[in-house]
């Protein structure tokens, strides 16, 4: 999945399939996010709804939660066990670790998990929080909110059609067509620019008009409906939809490096005012994965929650079961598949420790995976990922993988071979700070070691290859990170997409995908705990690579050509020939070329 918007999709669909127990652990959970958006079936696509759903039709539904040192970090893991708790007895929710009593005060559970009847797994980046559903687009506004539009109801009053909102929370307003708009509460904070918040009647007459789909009744008629707002309709599963769009609704609607999250227990609540800031896109990647290796992943989750029933003296009751894995024989049988899937050989990767795991030597799979992919490909690699904290001096940083993709181009050098590195990651860290004042401590210190793996100090990457072949560098490796624009209120607005994913594809056959950042919290094994998935295609697809016929895996090639058209705008400009990877052609006048352009154009502007 690219995107948070088709993968909370089909984790909607698995859950409502679920007919056992559902498992669920991230780092952070929002238990009032919808999983399927626009949302015009009132709260039926809600998390929360669905859990409670699923919890009372007598499937049992277990939630594990990093339990946060508070005062470094506001997710508010206890509302959302409580929350959660509160929906039905057969939803057991534990946190861990106490890092007090457990003098764990650094690492976190960070893996992002979630099984159905331990034969369907989802494992990636993508966390059920607030901020993470996005799509292509990565829209910066939101001011909208939605209506469904069939023709036959164009007819319908327009006043029908506008949503009352009266008393605080979310209201679910039904307007007699068995339609549901959801509005946001009206006991908003008081924000700058407060007046210009008042809602409009939607009038479907208008948006057709503008559709050209019915006659204007006069031309002031149409130019007043276009000043205002973007409007865009939409093919979704649940009919088309006209209007201004609202797909993020509260606490939803975030910028975390303008202002971390705050009151998390009123989740309809805005806390940025959307009419003058835009939020900051989020560009994730996640994976789902069915039969043996959804048993691993269950195993994983049963290992953690059994060993945290045993050190946590509260969970002890006979009210917080053991959990028993089913066994790898009757993997096959699978009641439910998510649909559009590709066969291919997987592996379940993880890091994982005494602290986080009870086991008593640690697991740095992932690691490992990472490592022996770089050695291994023969084309290119290409990495998406939160965090570039590499290159080992076995004194700050351990972790190999910056070693060896600079050993790994070196070699191609040497050999006079063609070899690509592409590298996507955030243009500044998710902290909150204003870096035009230098930004937070905490900014200021990812950067600073983000900076020693790409190109500052003798053990950089960049460093090493200079070492070795001068400015050459140029044609090996390209390290770019993401932004957009959209017009605000009739201002310019530009702001990073935060790339969150966890990612590596090498030479569209072998794709490594999960929750682990490239840094050591995530790679060491012995502090975070991360759960990923490898994967190497066993179906071949015929696709190009250096000018020549390649066999490409379908679901490696897949992957990339969706990343690289969402990234260089190829959806909606098919000029852009994103097939092969590595060709001169592609990475100069394509990838490196529209770099430096859009570089020089955000200076500039």
């Known amino acids: 999945y690219v995107n948070g918007k088709t993968y909370m999709e089909d984790v909607a669909d698995a859950l409502e399939e679920a007919k056992e127990e559902i498992f669920i652990t991230d780092w952070w959970l929002s238990p009032e996010i919808f999983l399927k958006r626009p949302v015009v079936e009132g709260n039926r696509w809600r998390l929360d709804c669905i859990l409670k759903r699923k919890a009372q039709q007598g499937v049992h539904i277990f939630v594990m939660l990093y339990k946060e040192v508070e005062l470094a970090l506001g997710i508010n893991s206890g509302y959302s066990k409580r929350t959660l708790l509160h929906l039905h007895p057969n939803i057991k929710v534990m946190r861990h670790p106490d890092h007090v009593s457990s003098t764990v005060y650094l690492w976190a559970h960070h893996e992002k998990i979630i099984v159905i009847d331990q034969s369907v797994a989802f494992v990636g980046g993508i966390d059920l929080a607030y901020g993470r559903w996005d799509d292509r687009e990565h829209r910066l506004t939101d001011i909208g909110s939605v209506t469904r539009s069939q023709l036959e109801q164009a007819e319908a009053a327009s006043s029908n059609m506008a949503a009352p909102t009266n008393g605080s929370g979310a209201a679910s307003h039904s307007n007699g067509k068995g339609i549901f708009t959801v509005t946001d509460s009206v006991d908003q904070p008081k924000l700058k620019g407060q007046g210009r918040m008042k809602r409009t009647k939607f009038s479907i007459k208008k948006q057709l008009q503008k559709h050209r789909l019915a006659q204007a009744d006069s031309n002031s008629d149409q130019e007043n409906e276009e000043r205002s ?93 053991c959990l028993l894995p089913k066994s790898h024989t009757t993997a096959g ?44 490909s023969q084309h290119y690699i290409y990495i998406e990922n939160q965090f570039f904290i590499s290159c080992a001096d076995n004194r700050h940083v351990f972790n190999k993988i910056g070693d060896a993709i600079a050993e790994r181009i070196i070699r191609a050098f040497r050999e006079g071979k063609r070899y690509r590195v592409y590298v996507v990651t955030p243009l500044l860290p998710g902290f909150e700070g204003d870096i035009t004042t230098g930004g937070g401590s905490a900014i200021q210190a990812i950067m600073h070691f983000n900076y020693r793996t790409m190109n500052r100090g003798d053990q950089s990457i960049i460093s090493q290859l200079r070492r070795e072949m001068g400015e050459q560098w140029i044609n090996y490796i390209s390290i ?21 994913s966890k990612m590596l594809i090498a030479d569209d056959n072998t794709v490594i995908i999960g929750s682990a950042n490239i840094n050591d919290r995530s790679m060491l094994g012995k502090r975070d705990s991360e759960v990923a998935v490898i994967v190497e295609d066993s179906e071949t697809v015929t696709a190009v690579m250096d000018g020549q016929k390649y066999q490409a895996g379908k679901y490696a090639l897949q992957l990339r050509l969706e990343c690289f058209k969402t990234i260089l705008g190829a959806h909606t400009d098919p000029s852009i020939d994103v097939s092969d990877p590595i060709s001169d052609q592609f990475y100069k006048e394509v990838w490196m070329s529209t770099c430096a352009r859009n570089a020089n154009i955000y200076q500039k502007v």
């Open 229 to 321: 707002g973007s409007v865009r309709s939409l093919h979704t599963g649940v009919g088309e939809l006209f209007g201004n769009t609202r797909f993020w609704h509260g606490k939803d609607y975030c910028n975390f490096v303008y202002k971390d999250w705050i009151q998390l227990d009123k989740p309809f609540d805005d806390f940025i005012d959307r009419h003058t800031t835009p939020r900051m896109p989020w560009h994730d990647i996640a994976s789902v994965v069915h039969g043996k290796a959804a048993r691993d992943v269950a195993r994983h989750f049963i290992q953690r929650w059994n060993f945290t029933k045993l050190v946590k003296p509260k969970y002890r009751s006979l009210s917080y079961p």
């Open 480 to 500: 770019a990170g993401l932004r957009t624009h959209a017009e605000l209120e009739g201002k310019l607005v530009t702001e990073l997409i935060y790339v969150h």
């Open 333 to 376: 049988e699978q009641r439910y598949q998510v649909p559009n899937c590709i066969p291919a050989k997987v592996q379940i990767l993880r890091s994982a420790s005494d602290w986080s795991a009870g086991i008593k030597y640690h697991e740095e799979s992932i690691h490992n995976a990472y490592v022996h992919t770089i050695q291994n």
